[in-house]
């Protein structure tokens, strides 16, 4: 055997560089999966809250005397329930159906 000292073939740049920015995005990649996990292991799961707890319960809301109510539409974190009638003519009025609070009015006023 020789004793000649071996030199290692140079690796190509671009073979290099593949190989780091394909191991960052597996690194990215692994860390998005871990905390998508742990965020809906400990967020706020409105099915599952809305499963075990019971309703909030009786809820008044005010209105003017002789209102009738032409539409309810319930939407995925909001209730809105059309009026008509009275002195303040159609309003939509908007309801948090997860906890029986008014979020606010919209009076629908016709254009001349």
């Not at 059309?82 to 303040?88: I, Y």
């Amino acid at each position: 055997m020789t004793d000649e000292a071996v030199s290692p073939r140079p690796v190509p740049k671009g073979l290099l560089a593949t190989v780091i920015v394909l191991g960052v995005l597996f690194i990215v990649g692994f860390v998005v999966v871990v905390g998508t996990i742990i965020y809906r292991l400990t967020g706020d799961n409105d099915t599952i809250a809305a499963a075990a707890k019971p309703g909030f319960g009786p809820v008044q809301i005010a209105v003017e005397p002789g209102v009738t109510v032409r539409q309810i539409e319930l939407h995925e974190r909001r209730m809105a329930i059309h009026v008509t009638g009275g002195a303040g003519g159609d309003q939509i009025i908007f309801i948090d159906p997860k906890r029986g609070n008014e979020l606010g009015r919209v009076t629908l006023v016709p254009t001349p």
